[in-house]
């Protein structure tokens, strides 16, 4: 199999942790006009297909896994959780900082066509 190949299909994959996230961010932030949570949202899609498309990919990398590794400790602080929410924000937490672990993977790979 052609390392290329499956190196943008893991890098795609990777980036539909930002582009479906980011678009329901986006949408879900501009029907209540909350315009700093839709700016966040079209941030997220754009660096998504960014990475997606290739474009910058070791900045863009890197910024995602220091924004997933903040975003763990922001929105999915499992040690403040109720019991009832707890098993989900554990699930997030590691979550974010599995995936900022393959973008920092991602960012240290040779770049290139």
Do not use: C
Not at 30 to 42: F, H, S, V
Not at 51 to 80: E, K, P, S
């Amino acid at each position: 199999m052609n390392p290329a190949l499956i190196m943008a299909l893991a890098r795609a994959l990777m980036t539909l942790a930002f582009i479906g996230p980011g678009a329901s961010h986006f949408l879900d932030s501009a029907k209540q006009r909350n315009y700093m949570g839709a700016a966040i949202g079209a941030v997220e899609v754009a660096a998504g297909l960014a990475l997606a498309f290739g474009w910058q990919v070791r900045w863009f990398a890197l910024a995602a896994a220091a924004f997933l590794v903040v975003d763990a400790f922001i929105a999915h602080g499992f040690w403040a959780a109720t019991p009832q929410a707890l098993r989900n924000q554990v699930l997030h937490f590691f979550k974010n900082l599995a995936l900022a672990g393959g973008f920092v993977l991602l960012a240290l790979m040779p770049q290139g066509r």
